[in-house]
């Protein structure tokens, strides 16, 4: 399938994006343009691919050429190798201190509300706000959810916050402002291993309950 | 070498070279928010660029060293005094075993670069030694240095004294004309920023700094899908204020982003402190290119290694 090329625009003076729309061709084209090389960073966003290049070695004309010449084999590209994570997760309680109140407002059960987060594949738009925090996307819309009026000083890392149409992961503990239904299991960031990083850009995430401990 | 830290000030933290090829695990450069400072500290002692230094926010801050060493700071101005003799900056320095060097409070700029001779203990992680206090890595413990705390230096051999020349002392100052491309959410019509002065409020840290002053109306384009954004981008937040990345800043942001600024002057943001005024000199990619080949020759001359 022949997908049209996207536009491409600066970003100051040391970066391209790319608006490529929603869908799994960002995470190939970030495989690709790492495979590429000269790029200093390569970062996805929900609807984009942001690039940056080193403005001592070449000038923005020369890297948006650059950058052109790969996106003339986007039809190409290959679908990035993706993992899918089988999350193990607790839901409710302490581990998830909004859970009662967020299934009070959408007049389910505590039970409908993990059912439904447990019956969905999720995606790894991106990571960013801080280390390993995954947004997540896949969600069912109607799992309505705001932001916190005020936001927690203190998130246990492992905890699964939820907003309209989106899970985000906390892969360390510290302030957090989205609502909190549970905790997973999993190290999403472990200094210890090669990659600290559990999760890429483009993976998929299933959300397994376990007994609460 | 053992250096002890006998008072750390608002914030002091080790810093080495920027954290690349992480942003899209979330993870920014970190580094030293005004990094032709810090290479300038190295430089006086004949280290490179970027080796491990202490940052040192608006000060004042004290260290004893236990054995001699050679010293250099550089950055926001302040006073020096080390056995009870007023020490220049940027000169490399000799402190006697024993003694110690206080810095006086900033009386312009926001950050201060004490490099020391030798090698400074520093935790490496995912390629740089730089301290990121949001996720507690590199540096010291991934932390701020406490009173108490004592850092080790490998030993090295004497070096001839040198001084930072003149042209390449950049004083800090209260006002700041910083030279900016436009971001990607800049609105079409809207490029006058030349003549609007910002001013800083005292929301400052590492991550970011919060300026007040007019900015275009945005109308329903107040929010939109997170995106990459980079240290010097100048985003602006649903109730009207600006906030401008530092390198600990978030590595993707949902706010419009509607300026940048320029490679050549991002370095110029560690200096500024609340109160300061900020303007925005809107320039084409040439230009940013010009001023950074301009820029960077000027540096490359003193610091053959360093890239802005």
Known sequence: MKAPRPDVIACGDDALRILCGEGDIRHSLAQHLKHMQGWTEIVPGKLDLTVSFDPHAERMTGAQARLSAALGNVSTLQPRAA?????????????????????????????????????????????????????????DPEIVSERLANPRSRVAAGSIGLITGQVGLYALVGPGGWPILGRIRARLFDRARTDPFLMAPGDSVVLRRIPAA | MTIEVIYPGVQCTVQAGPRGGWRHAGVPAAGPADPVSMALANRLL??????????????????????????????????????????????????????????????????????????????????????????????????????????????????????????????????????????????AGEEDFNAIAYRVTTRLSRMGLEIEGPFPNLGGAGSR??????????????????????????????????????????????????????????????QAEEALRAKQALLQSWMPDFRL
Do not use: N, W
């Open chain 1, 83 to 139: 993992r899918t994570h089988i999350l193990e997760a607790g839901f409710g309680g302490e581990a998830g201190p909004d859970l009662a109140a967020l299934a009070a407002r959408l007049g389910q059960t505590e039970e409908q509300v993990i059912f439904t987060l447990g019956q969905q594949t999720l995606h790894v738009d991106m990571l960013g706000f801080t280390p390993g925090f995954a947004y997540l996307s896949g969600l």
């Open chain 2, 46 to 187: 004949g280290k490179p660029a970027g080796a491990a230094c202490l940052e040192i926010s608006l000060g004042p801050a004290s260290f004893r060293f236990l054995e001699g060493m050679q010293v250099a700071v550089t950055g926001a101005a302040a006073d020096l005094e080390a056995g009870q003799q007023d020490m220049p900056m940027h000169e490399t320095l000799t402190i006697a075993r024993g003694q110690t060097l206080a810095i006086g409070p900033a009386h312009t700029g926001a950050r201060l670069y004490l490099s020391v001779s030798g090698t400074l203990q520093a935790e490496e992680f995912l390629g740089s030694a730089s301290t990121y206090m949001p996720a507690r890595f590199g540096g010291h413990e991934g932390r701020a240095l406490r009173k108490g705390d004592v850092l080790s230096a490998e030993a090295a051999g004497v070096i001839p004294a040198l001084k930072t020349p003149g042209p390449l002392r950049l004083a800090p100052m209260p006002s700041y004309a910083l030279r900016v491309v436009p971001g990607p959410d800049l609105p």
């Open chain 2, 225 to 286: 899908s997170s995106s990459a954004v980079f240290p010097g981008a100048v985003q602006v937040t649903p109730q009207g204020r600006g906030f401008l990345l530092l390198p600990d800043g978030q590595t993707t942001g949902g706010y419009p982003h509607l300026l940048q600024v320029i490679r050549a002057d991002r370095h110029l943001l560690g200096q500024v402190r609340p109160g300061d005024s900020l303007r925005f000199l809107l320039r084409t990619q040439l």
